[in-house]
C-alpha cells in the first residue's frame, strides 16, 4: 500500500478498524471516518498521526461524506481506495419493522455507501483511478428470517457496486462487493438477550452454521480488502465476492 491513501468508514471499530490497521501496517495512509470520534481517536493514536487523519460523522447525512474527502485532498492529495464499510444491523421480520427501522436500515448500509462514493469519484479520477469496495453481506445474496430491512439494504448495495463498476470502468475506477458471513465484532453485541444466549453462545452457534464450522475473523476481511485494493487485483471490477466460511453454499 506504499504512498497510497484510503478512506475507510465504520473505522472505529470491528471490520473497519481492523483493515484500517492492517491498511497503514502495509504502508498506506488512512482517513478514519466514523460516528463515534472517540473510538476513531483511540485508533489514530495507535496508528501515529502521521498515517492517519480522523472525521467523525454520519455517512449518510448531506456534507458529511464531502468533509472527509476535503480533508484527504487537503492532507494528501489523492485517493487510492474508499472502503465503504459502515453499516447497522436491524433484527426484525419485515411484519414487524417500524418505518423507523427500515430508514435506519437503508441509511446506514445503501444511503451512506451512495453519499461517499459520490463524495469520492472525483478525486479518484483525478488520480487516473482507483478501488472502491463495498462491503455488504452474505445476507444480500439471499434471506435469512428476521432480517428483512438490512437484506433488502444489503442486496441494493450489491447493485450500487455493478452500476457504478459498469460506469465508471473508463474512468479506471474499480468497484467490488464484498459479502461476509458471520464475523466476531460488536455489531453483533446487540444480539444478546433477544435469544436468551450471550454474545459467545451467539457465535458459537453462528459458527455452526458455515461450513468451515466457526465464525470468521475482522482480519480475514481485512485481508481480502487489501488484496482488492492492491495492483494485484488489477482485472477485478464489478465483482461480488463471498468471504464467508462456505456458508453461501448451504
Ligand atoms: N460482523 C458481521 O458478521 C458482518 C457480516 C456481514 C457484513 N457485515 C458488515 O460489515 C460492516 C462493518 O460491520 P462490523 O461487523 O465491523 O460492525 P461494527 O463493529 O458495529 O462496526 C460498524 C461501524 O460502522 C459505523 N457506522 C454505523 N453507522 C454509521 C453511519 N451512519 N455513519 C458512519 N458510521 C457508521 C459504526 O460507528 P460507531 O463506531 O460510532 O458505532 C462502527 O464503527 C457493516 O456494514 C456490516 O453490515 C458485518
Redesign the pocket.
Known sequence: MDNKVAII??A?????RTTALRYCEAGGKAALF???KS?LETLAAELGEEHCLVVSG???TPGDAEKVVEAVKERWGRLDLLFN?????QPAAIADTSIESWNEAL???LT?PFMMTRAALPLLRDNGGGVIVN?S?TLGLRPVPGSGAYCAAKAGLVMLSKSCAIEEAGNGVRVIAIC????D????LGREGGAGASHSEFLESAGGMHPLGRVGTTDEIASLVLFLASDDSSWTTGSVITVDGGISLS
Open positions: 468508514t465504520g472505529g471499530s470491528g471490520i473497519g466514523g460516528r463515534t473510538k454520519h455517512h449518510e464499510n459502515a453499516g447497522t444491523y441509511a446506514s448500509n451512506g462491503n453481506s461476509p458471513g458471520v464475523v465484532t460488536p455489531i453483533h
